[in-house]
Structures are given as C-alpha cells and as structure tokens.
C-alpha cells in the first residue's frame, strides 16, 4: 500500500508526513520527496505475539511518501512534471491536506480542494487524449476490436472529465473498470483529505465533530492538528496521555488515519500465527481464499489446496488452535471462502 501526502504548498504535508512516520522535525527531513514505511498497529497481532512468542512479528505495512507542492494551474505550467505525476499515478491512494491553522474559511479550503480536482481531471484528460490519438495513429484499425473498443471507452471518458467530472464519479461495467485500471488516472484514487488545524481549535472542531463522518465532493474528510500530533508521535507515553488529554486527542493521527485508508481502500487483515511468525497481511474485503493466498506468495495461491481458517473471535474465546478444534470451530475451507476481518489463517498447499 503506498499513500501519498499532497496538497498546496504550506498546507501541513511534510508535518503531517513526519506525524504519522513518528519523525523528529528536529532530524531535518528534507522537504518534499521522502518515502517512510509504516507499520499498521494491530492489537490482535499484539495479542497473537504475547501468545505464540514467535521470533518475528510483522505488521501491515504503508509506505508514506511526502510529495512537493500543487495547486491550481500546475499541470498546465509544468509545475506538476512527469516525475511527479508518475508518483502520483503509482500511488494507491492521496491523504490531501488543507490549511485551516491560518483561518482560512470554509469557502477558501473548498476552492483549493476544488482546484486541485479540476488538476487532477485535466491530467487524466491529457492522458486520455493521448492514447486516444496514438490508437489512432496507429491506423484507424477498424478490424481490430479490442482497440476499436478501447477508443470507444475512451471517448466516452473524454466527455465525462470535459465536463469536469472525476472518473471516480463514473459508472463503470466491470469489463471497464478493469480496462481504466491500468491508466490509473488520477481523479478515479480514493483520497483521504486531512484539514489541518491550529493547536487552539483543535480541542473545539475534535468535540464539535466527534462520532459525525464528513464527506468533500464523497471524499472523506478528518481534522488533525499536524504540529500537535508530530510532537505527540516522538513523546514518552506517560507524556502522551497527558498532553493527548489536555488537547481532547482520543485518538492518534496514525491510528484515525490508518483506519480511514482502510476504510477507504475497502481493506482488511487476515493473520498468519506460528513460533516463526506472527503476522497480518491486507487485503481487498471480498477476496478469497485462493487470492488471499497470493498476498503471501503466488506459489501458495497456484498450488492453493485448502485453508485452514479461525476466527480471531473464537481464538481468543477459546484460548488456542487445539481448543477451537475441540469446539468445532476450526474450519477446513475451499478456493472460493470470502476471507474475513481478523481470520487466522494457514494455506494448505500441493507440491
Ligand atoms: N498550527 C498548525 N500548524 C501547522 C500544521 N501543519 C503544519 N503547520 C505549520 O505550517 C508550516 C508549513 O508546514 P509544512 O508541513 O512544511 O507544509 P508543506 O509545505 O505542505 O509541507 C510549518 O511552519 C508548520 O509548523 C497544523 O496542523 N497546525
Ligand atoms: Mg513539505
């Protein structure tokens, strides 16, 4: 999973980038292009680790890249170069942030939202403009259906960005959808928008907005103070709990924004335990057994016989592998079972 901080210039992105990577501002960070990985806290890898006392844990992982500034006009003066947009594309997804620290209203931080956007789209419409002209270049080709179909889709996104629609908001068949993939426009990334606040408001907006969920244009959006929880991220944790208190943080930035991504990206954890190695692996909700394999090795997938398949639920009621058996619990499933959150998992695979 890789996620990318972007945003207007001066709008919280390297502090924000450095809050939920636990960096020192004091290690002096180079501005703008740096990449952290990030472990997701998972308390039931925690408790699997406590239990099997494996050699190795490993959590999920994001890689969290920091990125220059954009805003309104940077596709057009080459501000946003062919570097910077190929990060971009190669992104799974954006955390956007806003600057609210300088008393912005709500009106200006939705016209930069806005311009970043309608960026966003015009990049998508020079990409698709210019696949469409090379198809055609091509020689017109009217025999070979699959390209003859690829134009056809083609235009037809051409009109939705021309009227400055993102891609994301497009009704897509599935055989569509898979052939827009691969483009990985720019304005089809899910997007999490992070409105970064001052230290005096935060207290305020946190209780004002607590248990709501806010959308900008179907996009998620959290409040954070980026200064606060950068200094909050590097503390003692006797510290923590004090200064997190006086501020009203009931959560950490890393912990709220971790889960938004995987809200968001639509992800969950399957768990794999043993003496070697306790471990989660995300994954898409909805896959199955056999795909679900390919996140630890493609091997297992192809060769994939049976999974064998406990609820972290049941492990924990019952107190251990063994246990579940003896309840019945402990299930053999098939290629096609629909993993669930917090399965603890073990592929059985042929030879
Ligand atoms: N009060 C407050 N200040 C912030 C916040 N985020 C960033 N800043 C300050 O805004 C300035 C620019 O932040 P920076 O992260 O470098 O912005 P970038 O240009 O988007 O990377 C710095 O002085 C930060 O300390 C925030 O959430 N609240
Ligand atoms: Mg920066």
Redesign the pocket.
Known sequence: MYISVI????????????ALGGIE?ARGFS??DNIIAIDVPDSRVDEMTRIFKPKKTTYARIELA?TV?IGEGNIKDSTINAKTLQKMRSSDAFIL?L?N?EGAARADLEREFLGIINEFILADMIQIEARIERIKKQGGKKDNTALQQEIELLEHLLVHVGEGKAIKDLELSPNDEKAVRGFRFLSQKPMMIAI????DA?AGISQENEGKSEHLEGYPVLY??????QELAVMADDERAAFMAEFNVKESIRGRMISLAFDTLGLISFLTVGDDECRAWPVRKGVNAQEAAAAIHTDLSARFIRAEVVSYADFMKHGGMNECKKAGVWRLEGKTYIVQDGDIMSIRAGA
Do not use: M
């Open positions: 945003g207007p210039a001066r709008s919280g992105k390297t502090t924000l980038f450095q501002s501005d703008g920091d500034a942030t600057n620290f970064s606040c001052a230290e935060i954070v103070c980026a200064t606060l929880e």
